[in-house]
């Protein structure tokens, strides 16, 4: 499931200031799990670290610990790149660069709704983030009525 789609911002932004102008950190500072524990996102080295947002260790000398960690979650952060290419799957014609006029066509909602029912196909269907995490979407009802699970 897509939960944060963000944009448009210019291809030659950084992802960082992509991270702010997004309002993501806020909305999660402000929420936290049962436990009382902050959600925290696997992010791109580029966004630092945060209360929120764990990055990949860096250096030249990392410990064997740091290497495990980092191989493990370099093998999930493909997954986000999943999502991107099941919109493109989908409605393939929300693929900029082939199809749209950015100042002629509202190019941003375009590809906002087509993330929506890209979502709304994966609690119908499933897709391979699901399966490859093996943990089910919500049902399409649930989804679409913003309720909580």
Same mark, same amino acid.
């Given at each position: 499931? #897509? *939960?944060?789609?963000? &944009? ?6 950084? $992802? ?8 993501? /950190?806020?909305?999660?500072?402000? #929420? *936290?799990?049962?436990? &009382? ?6 992010? $791109? ?8 947002? /764990? ?95």
């Amino acid at each position: 499931m #897509i *939960a944060h789609l963000f &944009g448009p911002i210019e291809g030659r932004r950084h $992802d960082a200031f992509m991270l702010g102008e997004s309002g993501l /950190l806020p909305k999660l500072y402000h #929420i *936290a799990k049962p436990n &009382g524990e902050p959600y925290v996102l696997y992010g $791109d080295p580029a966004y630092g670290l945060s209360r929120n947002i /764990l990055a990949p260790f860096r250096g030249a000398i990392l410990t064997a610990e740091e290497k495990i960690f980092n191989r493990a979650m370099s093998k999930v952060r493909v997954s986000v790149e999943w999502g991107f290419g099941k919109i493109l799957q989908n409605f393939a014609f929300v693929d900029f660069k082939k199809n749209l006029k950015i100042l002629l066509q509202p190019v941003a909602k375009y590809y906002l709704v087509a993330g929506i029912l890209t979502n709304c196909h994966t609690c119908l269907y499933g897709s391979v983030v699901s399966a490859f995490f093996e943990l089910g979407p919500p049902q399409l009802e649930v989804y679409l009525s913003n309720e909580q699970r």
